[in-house]
């Protein structure tokens, strides 16, 4: 049976495309949302005969909402708006899996078209970048960078040196407590 996937489970990465060969790419921070609309339009002829549709091509257009913050991620946002910079961009799906173990995502090559900055006195000042695709949308599987994957597959540790023997700290996660049986119960 199918099951829902939490949007906490999508993470957007981008990267200058200019830094692909020497920078990996970096996960947008305190994300609060993010749409990733695909469509098509469609426009509809009346003939004698009927309706025809004609199909356009595929548009897509990501925009992303976060808290403001002070990463230097945010820099390379602005930058893309102001200097025209172009970025790499993934909408990664954690919950999406192929047998190597590598994550489902769209990946695109987009510029940031609009900062939209709000900054009410009794909130978090948020922003909201629209993406602007410079190419087509991508389909495929991706590894997460070195150190997202303890991100998001968060791993109790204990207290001692984490060591490359040892990456838990001598710490035991906890398991789920099993429903207690009645007497009568077997």
């Known amino acids: ?25 970096y996960p947008l921070p305190l994300v609060t949302g993010a749409d990733f609309d695909l469509q098509r339009d469609t426009d509809t002829k009346t003939t004698k005969d009927g309706d025809v549709a004609t199909i356009g091509n595929l ?3 990501p925009k992303v909402t976060l808290n403001d913050s002070d990463s230097a991620i945010i820099k ?22 192929d047998n190597e173990n590598k994550y489902y995502a769209y990946y695109m090559i987009v510029e940031v078209t609009e900062d939209s900055q709000s900054s009410d006195a009794d ?3 948020t922003r909201e970048f629209t993406l602007t695709p410079k190419s ?11 150190g997202m994957e303890e991100l998001v597959e968060f791993v109790f540790k204990g207290l001692k040196p984490v060591t490359e023997g040892d990456t838990t700290g001598s710490g035991k996660a906890a ?10 119960e077997k």
């Open 1 to 25: 049976m199918a099951e829902a996937i939490q949007g906490k489970r999508i993470l957007d990465f981008v990267r200058k495309k200019s830094a692909q060969a020497t920078h990996t790419a």
């Open 59 to 61: 548009t897509v257009e």
């Open 76 to 97: 390379v946002m602005e930058d893309s708006i102001f200097n025209r910079e172009e970025l790499e961009y993934w909408h990664v799906f954690l919950d999406k899996k």
């Open 123 to 125: 909130d978090v000042a």
């Open 136 to 146: 087509k949308v991508a389909r495929g599987y991706t590894e997460l960078p070195g």
């Open 175 to 184: 398991q789920a407590t099993e429903m207690p049986k009645l007497g009568s």
